[in-house]
């Protein structure tokens, strides 16, 4: 992974990720046409969560620790610039439940005209994401905005009471 300069630290999440699909979505369009739209998704898919996972290793090392009290402490990173509204539903020392109600993430990727890419591009990070902050946190999710749901709830939860340092 490419180390993070402080200039993409200033940036807000939603504006990297526009920044991010402006440039992908051309080339996922031509590689698909290259190499066929399946093949091209796939490993679009697995590059984003290996990513997503080697930046979750990195903020536990930032932070300090993989808890989930610490972890809940990066969220208001995804609320910035109103790209989230969050409703708070649980949080304990090995649980943080709550429901996003607005996702400009989702509006973002229909505004550009790529959708379908909304999942592959963000919605696949949360998952690889806390798997590298801490491998015994799991997020259970029934439903998402990108993919038509009311709402996302995200569900953390720390499967063994073990903090990896």
């Not at 066929?36 to 697995?46: A, F, M």
């Not at 620790?65 to 990173?77: D, K, L, P, V, Y």
């Not at 696949?124 to 799991?138: L, T």
């Amino acid at each position: 992974m490419v180390p993070e300069d402080d200039t993409l630290k200033s940036l807000s999440l939603i504006t990297r990720r526009e920044v991010e699909a402006r440039v992908i979505a051309p080339l996922i369009e031509a590689f698909s046409q290259e190499f066929g739209k399946e093949q091209t998704l796939k490993i679009l898919d697995k590059t984003i969560k290996q990513i997503a996972k080697e930046q979750g290793t990195q903020l536990a090392k930032n932070k300090g620790g993989n808890t989930i009290s610490i972890f809940a402490e990066t969220i208001n990173n995804w609320e910035k610039d109103d790209a989230l509204q969050i409703e708070n539903v649980e949080q304990t020392d090995t649980r943080l439940c709550f429901n996003v109600i607005k996702c400009r993430y989702a509006e973002l990727y229909q505004k550009l005209g790529i959708p379908g890419l909304g999942v592959l591009l963000s919605c696949n990070r949360d998952v690889a994401s806390i798997e590298g902050f801490n491998p015994h946190i799991k997020l259970y999710r029934t439903q998402t905005i990108m993919e038509g749901g009311d709402l996302c709830d995200f569900c953390y939860r720390m499967e063994e009471n073990l903090s990896i340092k």
